[in-house]
């Protein structure tokens, strides 16, 4: 099965702060990896999907990249409605898997 | 308005069984290929099962924690998903979403679409 390994788990940032979380494939995965955004009580969003398409009617100020097996999503200008906690899921092979989970919190 | 609603959930002793359902509407039903992903109190996203539609075969995946106990299935005459779930655990316990497949170029790249999901609670 392919672990998917999120860091950090958490971090406190300020509005307008550039946040960058990564999640690290255990094995290769090409493109195939989404990014979710889950506010409290509520079902999780898809933001990004094959490591950096946006979903529609994502902000721009979300974005993500990949090198190797290395994912990141990065918020360049963090807003009040992103403090949240995000996953990464790899979508290529049987179980799906996601990551553990980032929370943003408020500095 | 697209969307996707759990009922079905509720307080269950170890060993007992529970039928989730997911009512879908706004969309084709009948076109998409269906999940459940659940989510422990205070945990992450665990991924549970999925169904293609029916001119892909129709067929089923299960995590390996549930495979033999849990079954999905669907009824497209009423646009609806299920979950069967058998010889429930305490760590089965948990809020069920049942989501959709985003399909590009007939490859899966997400859940696009979520429901509110429905609370499993397994307790002696």
């Known amino acids: 099965d392919i672990q998917m390994t999120q860091s950090p788990s958490s971090v406190s940032a300020s509005v307008g702060d550039r946040v960058t979380i990564t999640c690290r494939a255990s094995?290769?995965?090409?493109?195939?990896l989404a990014w979710y955004q889950q506010k409290p009580g509520k079902a999780p969003n898809l933001l990004i999907y094959?490591?950096?398409t946006l979903q529609r009617g994502v902000p721009s100020r979300f974005s993500g990249g990949v090198s190797g097996t290395d994912f990141t999503l990065t918020i360049s200008s963090l807003q009040p409605e992103d403090f949240a906690t995000y996953y990464c899921?790899?979508?290529?092979?049987?179980?799906?898997?996601f990551g553990g989970g980032t929370e943003v919190e408020i500095k | 308005e697209v969307q996707l609603v759990e009922s079905g959930g509720g307080l269950v002793k170890p060993g007992g069984s529970l039928r989730l359902s997911c009512a879908a509407s706004?969309?084709?039903?009948?076109?998409?290929?269906m999940s459940w992903v659940r989510q422990a109190p205070g945990k992450g996203l665990e991924w549970v099962a999925r169904i293609k539609r029916r001119s892909d075969g129709g067929t089923t995946e299960h995590a390996a924690p549930v495979k033999g106990r849990f079954t999905i299935s669907r009824d497209d005459s009423e646009n609806t998903l299920y979950l069967h779930m058998n010889s429930l655990k305490t760590e089965d316990t948990a809020v069920y979403f049942c989501?959709?497949?985003?399909?590009?170029?007939?490859?899966?790249?997400?859940?696009?679409?979520w429901g509110h999901g429905t609370m499993v609670t397994v307790s002696s």
């Open positions: 899921q790899q979508t290529n092979t049987f179980p799906l898997s």
């Open positions: 094959t490591a950096s």
């Open positions: 989501t959709t497949y985003l399909m590009v170029a007939g490859n899966f790249v997400g859940h696009d679409i």
């Open positions: 706004g969309f084709t039903f009948s076109n998409a290929w």
């Open positions: 094995q290769g995965i090409g493109a195939r």
